[in-house]
């Protein structure tokens, strides 16, 4: 499929199967009148494939150069993997890594866990933000585990401010696949 019809059927599913309706307080505390509820994309069978690869051509679209793709657990998560898989199967080499909110007290102590960034090159995901507040606790935790942050990309924008603040604090281009008017919750 060419990125238009991946990009097509990807906003197809995420109407279906992810906008759930109704008054929801949100990880940033805000409430809301919906939910997009994009673990029921990012762990969807065919779903998933289709978030790596416009992801992946969004990222590509944009220059961004990039060896490991990873974020915030537990919503990152799934999109890395979904990076991470999109690039082998265009034959590229992109390792996946996951964010914990704050670095291990035991253990390896780490706060960055897989194939470790430092020195690397990275993209910071996230299936959607509202605050950025996730995805710049992820830029903290990358950068000082020695990350080098490319970009912070998410499938979903909620046009509330995330992206003037994630690129006015942590100073990358901050890149998303659909905004909320796309979705038709404006």
């Known amino acids: 499929?060419?990125?238009?019809?991946?990009?097509?059927?990807?906003?197809?599913?995420?109407?279906?199967?992810?906008?759930?309706?109704?008054?929801?307080?949100?990880?940033?505390?805000?409430?809301?009148?919906?939910?997009?509820?994009?673990?029921?994309?990012?762990?969807?069978?065919?779903?998933?494939?289709?978030?790596?690869?416009?992801?992946?051509?969004?990222?590509d679209e944009r220059g961004i150069e990039f060896e490991s793709a990873g974020g915030l657990t537990m919503g990152a998560d799934p999109v890395g993997t979904a990076l991470m898989n999109a690039g082998r199967e265009a034959g590229r080499a992109i390792d996946a890594f996951v964010c914990r909110k704050a670095q291990k007290s035991y253990g390896m102590g780490r706060q960055v866990e897989g194939p470790n960034v430092d020195g690397r090159r990275v993209v910071v995901v996230e299936d959607t933000s509202t605050t950025g507040g996730s995805a710049l606790t992820a830029v903290e935790g990358v950068r000082n585990a020695g990350g080098d942050i490319q970009a912070v990309v998410v499938i979903v924008d909620r046009n509330t401010g995330a992206k003037e603040r994630i690129e006015e604090e942590a100073g990358v281009p901050y890149i998303y696949a659909y905004s909320s008017d796309e979705l038709g919750l404006s």
């Not at 991946?6 to 505390?29: F, M, N, Q, T, Y």
């Open 1 to 59: 499929m060419t990125f238009a019809e991946d990009r097509a059927r990807l906003l197809e599913l995420i109407k279906e199967l992810a906008v759930v309706h109704g008054k929801v307080i949100l990880s940033s505390g805000n409430e809301a009148d919906y939910y997009v509820d994009l673990r029921r994309i990012t762990l969807h069978h065919e779903a998933s494939i289709l978030v790596g690869r416009v992801l992946l051509h969004l990222l």
